[in-house]
């Protein structure tokens, strides 16, 4: 099965790599597959997943949640701020924290409702225009300004640009990190997990690998 070949792969970089078997939690991403494909994975005794917008995790995991215990659920898709609270009811963990409004907001939900999701910050270590992330030279800055939120900050998490070698930006992303004295590095898709683990990652997310293909949205 795809999943047990991921499952072994990733083994097989972290003692490559030194480092402890539960080092790297693998998230399978289930964005955008049919139920059936995302209910196998769950059989198979899989339960850390990822999805990419809000709307369609409320469709999705509530049912599945009652057909299956466990099930650890991170958001690792763009998050607009209206939509903080829903996923405070969903997500274990947010990788896309990536401004200031969004800090802000977050921290308001969590004094009112008493919990919060473990989160990543957002590097756009590319510095592409189109995409989200706190430019690198803010990280440290923002970082701070999270932490004197009492926001549970776990790690940075990045996706390179595609036409570049990622492992440079997984380098990049575990410096900023420890820099700020933090643990968790998400990073790492299905081309390029491996890289990611030999370099630190915490936390790799790789779907069309696990699932196959997309389904056209």
């Known amino acids: 099965m795809a999943l047990t070949d991921i499952s072994e792969r990733m083994a097989k970089a972290l003692i490559a790599a ?24 769950l059989a198979e005794g899989h339960r850390c997943f990822g999805e990419n917008r809000v709307q369609e995790a409320a469709g999705k995991w509530p049912d599945f949640r009652e057909r ?12 607009q701020s209206n939509k903080a609270r829903q996923a405070f009811e969903l997500f274990q963990t947010i990788h896309t924290l990536d401004r200031p409004k969004l800090a802000t907001a977050f921290a ?8 919060c999701p473990d989160l990543f910050i957002q590097v756009n270590t590319g510095e ?4 989200a992330g706190v430019m690198p030279v803010d ?7 999270c932490i004197a939120l009492d926001l549970p900050v776990k790690g940075l ?11 440079l930006h997984f380098a990049l992303l575990a410096k900023m990190a420890a820099r700020n004295g ?4 998400s990073m790492g898709m299905s081309s390029d997990f491996e890289r990611a683990v030999a370099l630190g990652a915490t936390h ?14």
């Open 18 to 41: 030194g480092r402890a078997p539960d080092a790297a939690q693998l998230i399978a991403v289930s964005k955008v597959q049919p139920n059936e494909r995302v209910a196998a994975v």
């Open 139 to 145: 990280v440290d800055g923002f970082v701070a300004d």
């Open 182 to 185: 933090l643990n968790g590095l």
């Open 128 to 131: 592409e225009p189109q995409k």
């Open 68 to 79: 299956f215990d466990n099930i650890d659920l991170h958001l690792i898709g763009p998050l």
């Open 157 to 167: 998490m990045c996706i390179p640009p595609v036409e570049e070698e990622p492992a």
């Open 108 to 115: 308001r939900l969590a004094q009112e409702m008493g919990h």
């Open 204 to 217: 790799v997310r790789v779907g069309s690998a696990i699932f196959g293909d997309r389904m056209p949205v």
